[in-house]
């Protein structure tokens, strides 16, 4: 397979005919193999759902990637190699992915989505480590009651805490992704003011709960993923 440069793959992804065909199999081959890599060496969270089962996810993704990389080829700025930014929206693309087949396999309450915070594991870090983590958490969990709206709170524990992913909490909502996006920007701007007007900030709260890798629960998931863009 002759290696193209950023200039080849966009011209030839923007061509019509059998140059794009061409471009857009080469694409799906390349993004397929650094999937499958990605799986296969389990450096994916939730990548034990699959069963070791790799192969139609890393097809699957790769077919979506390649129409979303077609679709997104005017915002590559050519600040690094094309395949270095398409592998990094197929391995996004594999992510969500992974994160939606855990959410469906997880025994969350239907009736219960949104509705509540969940409570935070403490590993036994130490007394003093664990009562630090406990007010924080007592903390965080009493602004999400007060400072956001119910719509807010709902959207942010439903994808924060119970890791609906996106679209779906956008369907369950009866909202499209760009007013989720929105939603949630909003929720997370309140709550950071909240907490800076306790004189905490996001960062000071989130070094609270970091603990060592093999610790972490997907609850640490839900407090990293609370603060970060979607």
């Known amino acids: 397979m002759a290696t193209r440069s950023n200039a080849q793959w966009l011209i030839s992804l923007r061509e019509t005919g059998q140059s794009q065909e061409n471009a857009v199999k ?8 650094a999937i499958l890599n990605f799986l296969s060496r389990k450096r994916a969270p939730n990548a034990g759902l699959l069963n070791h089962g790799y192969e139609d ?3 699957d993704c790769a077919q979506e990637s390649a129409f979303l990389i077609q679709s997104k080829l005017d915002q590559f700025r050519g600040d690094s190699e094309f395949t270095t930014w398409a592998y ?6 594999t992510l969500n992915e992974l994160r939606r087949r ?5 025994a969350a309450d239907p009736a219960r989505l949104g509705d509540a915070m969940p409570h ?7 007394p003093e480590r ?5 007010q924080a958490w007592a903390m965080l969990s009493e602004l999400i009651e007060t400072a956001l709206t119910p719509l807010q709170r709902k959207a942010l524990i439903a994808h924060a805490f119970q890791e609906m992913p996106l679209d779906l ?10 007013s989720l996006y929105k939603l949630i920007h909003d929720a997370r701007k309140r709550l950071k003011a909240a907490l800076l007007s306790r004189g905490v900030t996001h ?8 603990m060592p890798r093999q610790s972490r629960s997907y609850l640490e998931d839900g407090k990293n993923s609370l603060f970060q863009d979607v």
């Open 120 to 126: 935070w594991p403490i590993d036994n870090p130490g």
């Open 130 to 134: 664990s009562l630090e983590q406990q």
């Open 169 to 178: 909490v956008a369907e369950w909502l009866g909202t499209n992704r760009n």
């Open 57 to 59: 996810v890393a097809e």
């Open 26 to 33: 080469e694409l799906r081959q390349l993004l397929r193999r």
């Open 203 to 210: 960062r000071e709260l989130i070094a609270t709960f970091d």
């Open 102 to 106: 855990r959410w469906q396999a997880s």
């Open 88 to 93: 990094s929206i197929a391995i996004r693309v």
